[in-house]
């Protein structure tokens, strides 16, 4: 087993004791539920003072998509360190070891939420997904009815309605994800056992699931975790069933992993206050096979190189050397010094082009990436223009 991994039920244990005490989190039954069913699927990090746990972290193994290429993807969560062992390294030690385990596993992405997000720069994360999150009084929703009265949606909790919330999810995933989650079935039981969270599911006039609204309600306001749906119809009808709740609560909250603004469908937006959240962080763990299967938005593309910095893993340093014919990508590792080219940028800062989190260009007249003009012109006329989405949190 790789050096600090915890397996014992003993130790899982002492991590749930260190997680209680670090997050000021109360011990209840449905915490210690879902957070052993996390250990059970999870890899988990621990270092020991003899036999007391003074840091740990878990490393959630998933899949995601982008644009359509599916990758391997840990997640990384409950990073803890009791305060009498802070400042000893604890957490970077065992972070570290959890990226080089992801290494030699072929794993080729890691998200995590930060604490801080100048902590984990650190260890090669970026900020690369945001959220807009838009707020509305109950007294300014709008009228609003669906154009076509047809079909009808079905309200409950949400691992009730999980059979056809999976199907619909499935169904949209197949067209491609902007770095989302392809939720394994057991991230989908273990998502009600964490929250209390409804569900709105709309049928079609055929009584086929065309799409659904994730929600949380309390007696002050409804925060929409997430809608899906495949029509403009079951649309409307997803959002006039969230409308009607406007004599229930004060506010209405809708997270939106997309931060492109939308507030101009309001005929007032005035009355919508918005504003755009720092969500997860990435880092590309194997940065060759990120290039190498990468969704580009061109078929054919000259040679060109660049240098790539990476402080924590070595192997994604140096220069590299991209090309396209025919939709046949090559990526070669030209050699393994980067700091002497005059062309190169860190992990980080590649992350966020990369995602389509911000433009190359951008990121060059900010004086964060020594590329030239013609070098990020390249790059950001073959790479992905639209910002990436993520519901998820762990």
């Not at 972070?95 to 072929?106: F, G, R, T």
């Amino acid at each position: 087993m790789p050096q600090f991994r915890l397996n014992s039920a003993e130790d899982f244990e002492k991590f749930y004791q260190l997680y209680l005490y670090a997050f000021n989190a109360l011990d209840e039954p449905s915490r210690r539920k879902y957070f052993f069913e996390r250990c059970q699927h999870g890899l988990i990090y621990g270092i020991k003072q003899g036999e007391k746990l003074t840091s740990g972290l878990y490393s959630l193994p998933f899949r995601v998509d982008f644009h359509g290429t599916k990758y391997l993807m840990n997640g990384i969560g409950d990073v803890a360190t009791a305060p009498e062992s802070a400042r000893q390294g604890g957490a970077s030690t065992l972070l570290q070891a959890a990226l080089n385990e992801m290494s030699a596993n072929k794993v080729t992405l890691s998200y995590l939420a930060p604490f801080s997000f100048k902590y984990y720069r650190r260890f090669g994360y970026e900020q690369v997904f945001n959220h807009l999150q838009y707020s509305l009084n109950n007294k300014n929703i709008p009228a609003f009815r669906p154009r076509v009265n047809q079909g009808h949606v079905t309200r409950g909790k949400m691992k009730d309605h999980l059979p056809e919330i999976v199907q619909m999810y499935e169904r949209t995933a197949k067209n491609g994800l902007m770095g989302g989650l392809l939720r394994d079935m057991w991230w989908w039981d273990y998502l009600p056992l964490k929250n209390k969270w409804l569900t709105g599911v709309y049928y079609d006039e055929q009584e086929q699931v065309s799409g659904y609204v994730i929600y949380e309600l309390t007696q002050e306001q409804l925060v929409v975790k997430e809608m899906i749906y495949a029509t403009n119809t079951a649309f409307e009808h997803l959002l006039s069933f969230i409308f009607n709740h406007k004599n229930s609560v004060r506010k209405f909250i809708f997270d939106s992993p997309d931060p492109t603004y939308h507030g101009s469908l309001l005929s007032e937006p005035y009355v919508l206050d918005a504003r755009v959240v720092p969500y997860m962080m990435v880092r590309i763990v194997d940065i060759k096979d990120f290039l190498l299967r990468y969704p580009y938005v061109k078929k054919d593309f000259e040679p060109f190189a660049f240098g790539i910095e990476d402080q924590n893993l070595p192997q994604n340093s140096g220069l590299w050397e991209l090309s396209s014919k025919k939709g046949m990508v090559k990526v070669n590792k030209l050699s393994d010094l980067a700091a002497d080219y005059p062309e190169k940028i860190t992990i980080q800062e590649l992350t966020k082009a990369l995602f389509g989190t911000e433009k190359m260009k951008t990121i060059i007249m900010e004086g964060k990436a020594d590329l030239s003009f013609e070098t990020a012109t390249l790059l950001d006329d073959i790479l992905v223009n639209e910002p990436p989405k993520l519901v998820d949190y762990f």
